[in-house]
């Protein structure tokens, strides 16, 4: 059996990655290494943040006309919510924290069909998180 580095070993279903031959399971290890792993996480922790921040301020001040300020408070809140977290992860994973983005930097060309799968696993387990932080609350 072949080497991919010095800690896996390639075992059956060969795919090419890289231009090496390495099996599936040692592709799935080398897609799901640490360095990578920032990345997502990065992405879960801000659409945690940004459902957290965005829908609990809509969900405490409400968006009623009759009120007036809803509107205006929640539209601040998701806005600064995202300049926030573009500056916190905007660094480490390009602060996408929407699906909707991450498509478009994947049909423009700026990230590859794995890439773009992990990062939305991760947003909606980030915003998934932040519902249940949301259903604790309210």
Known sequence: SDKVNSKFYIIDCYNIYEGRKVSFIATLIVIMTPISMKKYIAEAI???VL???GCGTAMLVGCDAAN???YILTALAFGLSIVAMAYSIGNISGCH???AVSL???LSGGMDMRDFISYVVAQCIGALIGSGILAMIF
């Open 46 to 48: 801000g659409t945690m």
């Open 104 to 106: 478009g930097v994947l």
């Open 51 to 53: 459902v957290v921040l």
């Open 68 to 70: 007036g300020g809803g």
């Open 97 to 99: 924290i929407n699906p």
